[in-house]
């Protein structure tokens, strides 16, 4: 007995012998009664030291030898001895360590432990006994323990079992058994019928799709264990053949041998594929398995498939394009008519040679090899080509390439489309010099427009001076009538010079070079307005903050300052209001200018933009604002528009995209 169980074997008689001190203080005249009870405790001690020594001694080289944890406890659970697989399992720190085994359990399972130990010392032992526990570290566990009842005298003494972990034995069978209900249920779920058989023909697995191929009523857990040895007999009417299948299935079955793709046809029109898979361990044959898929579809597709490649060979064979198969090495495979007729080659003058040495033009050019480089990656692309026909004649050809692939998916070669361009060519090349001429011409223009500015300006300003001068010399031997008739006259004057820079501006509008850029819509409107003369009578508001669009901010100016002037020039109320907003649209900003002057006649709607179209004959209006506005939006790919009601106001719309 170690020194530790003999100190509390003593402290236990110590706590006896105090227990007896008291008791004779107090029960002085039961003295005779109390010396036989002492008699009675050293005995019982003496005895409980003897059991233990020598369960000790008996135990000692089981301790020593066990792989297990091996517990012996008393009775109400507190542990008395242990070995060192014990320490480790409940992670404590020596065989020495005082605990009781049910601080340990997990507190789910408290309410089994203790009919378990009571079962325990009414039988005598446990087996089988599973429970969950939680280490000194904290580990949750799994043990199985089996235990028995120490006895002395025929009394139950204390208890001793061994403890074992299968915690990861738990985890891999629950792992296991949820990896068969897995498998289970995808086989229950597959779109393919299986069937397991054993060596014997006995069913050991199938599934619903098996069922509903040969028409089985019943679950497939109702099979499992059936004789297979006459179901093909039974199920041979389902199929056109009917002995050729029952035939099929022994011969299969004699040879045991790997068997994939058959080919079954149902006299309910499904086409059925079937595979033989024998199953062998060691060189012993096991059992088998058959696995049936319904290809019905996929057959109706094949046959439909070449149903359609015989038609559009047809069509390919005879279309104006030239269609052309070429392999790695770019020698031709296959040509259509077209391209022997854009070739002026036949079939077999193409057919092997490679396509680039026989028909392109400029040799010098390794376009066709660098095109052959981009299908050997997968590229598909479209290019020119110069090509020399059998006759020698030079042809533009437009190829689109594709790469072509084997079952695989590994690039075999390509397949290009040619189309003769050479027309269209010549027609390009006519539209390039026309667009030249036309530049120059345009150029010319302009500049024409300039010195013709300059020449009608220069005498209109001239006459002008004269006028002045003639009414200066005059003004008092000229009649009221000679007057007017003077003014009248410099004020055409001035309309005149205002039409021709008006003029000017139009021409410049899509001539000059458009300038795009961030600009601020709501710094340039506010620019306008401080720009323009606003009587004290007009009030302009800008209802929502304008935001930044790309554009020409000159180009806009003109826009914003066309529309902000004839709002205040054509507004007759006492009180003009201008109100400027924007609306945010999916691609585009939609821009708007509200007055409530005099307004539009409907039926001049589409007219005022037009040049030359001024509704109102006055002096500064030249019939040309409007006009350059619509030029300027749409040079912005915009759109302008209005709504108007007469003596009630107009409202212009414009579109600037994002």
């Given at each position: 007995?170690?020194?530790?169980?003999?100190?509390?074997?003593?402290?236990?008689?110590?706590?006896?012998?105090?227990?007896?001190?008291?008791?004779?203080?107090?029960?002085?005249?039961?003295?005779?009664?109390?010396?036989?009870?002492?008699?009675?405790?050293?005995?019982?001690?003496?005895?409980?030291?003897?059991?233990?020594?020598?369960?000790?001694?008996?135990?000692?080289?089981?301790?020593?030898?066990?792989?297990?944890?091996?517990?012996?406890?008393?009775?109400?659970?507190?542990?008395?001895?242990?070995?060192?697989?014990?320490?480790?399992?409940?992670?404590?720190?020596?065989?020495?360590?005082?605990?009781?085994?049910?601080?340990?359990?997990?507190?789910?399972?408290?309410?089994?432990?203790?009919?378990?130990?009571?079962?325990?010392?009414?039988?005598?032992?446990?087996?089988?006994?599973?429970?969950?526990?939680?280490?000194?570290?904290?580990?949750?566990?799994?043990?199985?323990?089996?235990?028995?009842?120490?006895?002395?005298?025929?009394?139950?003494?204390?208890?001793?079992?061994?403890?074992?972990?299968?915690?990861?034995?738990?985890?891999?069978?629950?792992?296991?058994?949820?990896?068969?209900?897995?498998?289970?249920?995808?086989?229950?779920?597959?779109?393919?019928?299986?069937?397991?058989?054993?060596?014997?023909?006995?069913?050991?697995?199938?599934?619903?799709?098996?069922?509903?191929?040969?028409?089985?009523?019943?679950?497939?857990?109702?099979?499992?264990?059936?004789?297979?040895?006459?179901?093909?007999?039974?199920?041979?009417?389902?199929?056109?053949?009917?002995?050729?299948?029952?035939?099929?299935i022994n011969e299969i079955l004699f040879n045991k041998k790997l068997v994939l793709g058959d080919e079954l046809k149902m006299t309910n029109g499904k086409i059925l594929e079937r595979d033989y898979i024998p199953i062998y361990r060691s060189s012993e044959y096991q059992g088998h398995l058959w696995?049936?898929?319904?290809?019905?579809?996929?057959?109706?597709?094949?046959?439909?498939?070449?149903?359609?490649?015989?038609?559009?060979?047809?069509?390919?064979?005879?279309?104006?394009?030239?269609?052309?198969?070429?392999?790695?090495?770019?020698?031709?495979?296959?040509?259509?008519?077209?391209?022997?007729?854009?070739?002026g080659y036949n079939k077999d003058e193409l057919i092997g040679k490679k396509g680039g040495e026989l028909l392109q033009a400029d040799k010098s050019n390794d376009i066709i090899t660098a095109e052959n480089e981009k299908r050997a990656q997968g590229l598909s692309n479209s290019y020119e080509l110069?090509?020399?026909?059998?006759?020698?004649?030079?042809?533009?050809?437009?190829?689109?390439?594709?790469?072509?692939?084997?079952?695989?998916?590994?690039?075999?070669?390509?397949?290009?489309?040619?189309?003769?361009?050479?027309?269209?060519?010549?027609?390009?090349?006519?539209?390039?010099?026309?667009?030249?001429?036309?530049?120059?011409?345009?150029?010319?223009?302009?500049?024409?427009?300039?010195?013709?500015?300059?020449?009608?300006?220069?005498?209109?300003?001239?006459?002008?001076?004269?006028?002045?001068?003639?009414?200066?010399?005059?003004?008092?031997?000229?009649?009221?009538?000679?007057?007017?008739?003077?003014?009248?006259?410099?004020?055409?004057?001035?309309?005149?010079?205002?039409?021709?820079?008006?003029?000017?501006?139009?021409?410049?509008?899509?001539?000059?070079?458009?300038?795009?850029?961030?600009?601020?819509?709501?710094?340039?409107?506010?620019?306008?307005?401080?720009?323009?003369?606003?009587?004290?009578?007009?009030?302009?508001?800008?209802?929502?903050?304008?935001?930044?669009?790309?554009?020409?901010?000159?180009?806009?100016?003109?826009?914003?300052q066309n529309l902000i002037g004839n709002a205040i020039k054509f507004n007759d109320k006492e009180k003009g209001l201008i109100e400027i907003d924007v609306l945010d649209e999916a691609t585009h900003y939609k821009f708007s200018i509200k007055d409530n002057g005099i307004g539009i006649e409907p039926?001049?709607?589409?007219?005022?933009?037009?040049?030359?179209?001024?509704?109102?004959?006055?002096?500064?209006?030249?019939?040309?604002?409007?006009?350059?506005?619509?030029?300027?939006?749409?040079?912005?790919?915009?759109?302008?528009?209005?709504?108007?009601?007469?003596?009630?106001?107009?409202?212009?719309?414009?579109?600037?995209?994002?």
């Amino acid at each position: 007995m170690s020194e530790k169980e003999v100190n509390i074997l003593k402290r236990a008689l110590e706590r006896e012998r105090a227990s007896r001190k008291a008791a004779e203080k107090i029960l002085e005249e039961k003295s005779a009664e109390l010396f036989k009870v002492n008699k009675m405790l050293e005995q019982s001690y003496s005895e409980l030291t003897s059991l233990y020594n020598k369960t000790s001694s008996q135990l000692q080289g089981v301790f020593e030898n066990i792989v297990d944890a091996y517990v012996i406890m008393d009775l109400s659970g507190n542990i008395l001895k242990m070995n060192d697989a014990a320490v480790e399992m409940f992670g404590f720190k020596s065989t020495q360590e005082e605990e009781n085994l049910n601080n340990l359990v997990s507190p789910s399972d408290i309410d089994i432990v203790k009919p378990a130990f009571k079962k325990l010392i009414t039988d005598g032992l446990i087996t089988d006994f599973k429970i969950n526990i939680t280490t000194k570290h904290n580990v949750p566990k799994i043990v199985h323990i089996n235990a028995s009842i120490i006895e002395e005298n025929g009394e139950p003494v204390a208890a001793q079992g061994i403890v074992r972990d299968i915690t990861m034995e738990r985890e891999a069978q629950e792992k296991l058994i949820e990896s068969e209900n897995r498998l289970s249920t995808l086989i229950k779920s597959l779109d393919t019928g299986v069937l397991l058989e054993d060596e014997h023909r006995k069913i050991v697995l199938t599934n619903n799709k098996f069922c509903e191929f040969f028409g089985i009523p019943v679950s497939p857990e109702l099979l499992v264990g059936q004789d297979c040895s006459k179901s093909a007999e039974q199920s041979k009417d389902l199929f056109q053949d009917p002995d050729g299948f029952v035939s099929r299935i022994n011969e299969i079955l004699f040879n045991k041998k790997l068997v994939l793709g058959d080919e079954l046809k149902m006299t309910n029109g499904k086409i059925l594929e079937r595979d033989y898979i024998p199953i062998y361990r060691s060189s012993e044959y096991q059992g088998h398995l058959w696995s049936y898929r319904d290809v019905t579809m996929q057959r109706q597709y094949s046959w439909g498939i070449e149903a359609e490649r015989e038609k559009y060979g047809s069509i390919i064979a005879n279309m104006h394009l030239g269609l052309v198969e070429v392999n790695n090495d770019d020698e031709i495979l296959l040509v259509n008519q077209s391209f022997v007729e854009m070739s002026g080659y036949n079939k077999d003058e193409l057919i092997g040679k490679k396509g680039g040495e026989l028909l392109q033009a400029d040799k010098s050019n390794d376009i066709i090899t660098a095109e052959n480089e981009k299908r050997a990656q997968g590229l598909s692309n479209s290019y020119e080509l110069k090509v020399r026909t059998k006759s020698g004649e030079i042809r533009n050809w437009l190829i689109s390439g594709a790469p072509n692939y084997d079952i695989n998916g590994i690039v075999k070669g390509s397949i290009g489309i040619h189309l003769d361009i050479t027309e269209l060519k010549n027609l390009q090349i006519q539209k390039e010099k026309l667009l030249a001429k036309l530049e120059k011409s345009n150029e010319e223009l302009q500049e024409y427009a300039h010195i013709v500015s300059h020449d009608l300006k220069s005498p209109l300003r001239s006459i002008d001076a004269l006028v002045s001068w003639l009414k200066e010399d005059n003004k008092d031997n000229l009649d009221e009538a000679s007057h007017k008739n003077l003014d009248l006259i410099q004020s055409t004057l001035e309309k005149m010079e205002q039409l021709i820079s008006d003029v000017l501006n139009y021409s410049r509008v899509s001539t000059e070079n458009k300038v795009d850029a961030e600009v601020d819509v709501q710094q340039l409107v506010e620019d306008v307005i401080e720009l323009v003369y606003v009587p004290e009578h007009i009030h302009i508001s800008i209802l929502n903050k304008l935001p930044v669009v790309n554009g020409d901010s000159t180009k806009l100016q003109q826009v914003f300052q066309n529309l902000i002037g004839n709002a205040i020039k054509f507004n007759d109320k006492e009180k003009g209001l201008i109100e400027i907003d924007v609306l945010d649209e999916a691609t585009h900003y939609k821009f708007s200018i509200k007055d409530n002057g005099i307004g539009i006649e409907p039926q001049f709607h589409d007219n005022i933009f037009k040049i030359f179209h001024a509704l109102n004959k006055r002096k500064d209006s030249s019939g040309i604002g409007l006009s350059i506005v619509k030029k300027i939006i749409g040079l912005h790919g915009g759109n302008v528009w209005l709504e108007s009601t007469p003596k009630m106001g107009t409202t212009f719309y414009f579109t600037l995209t994002k």
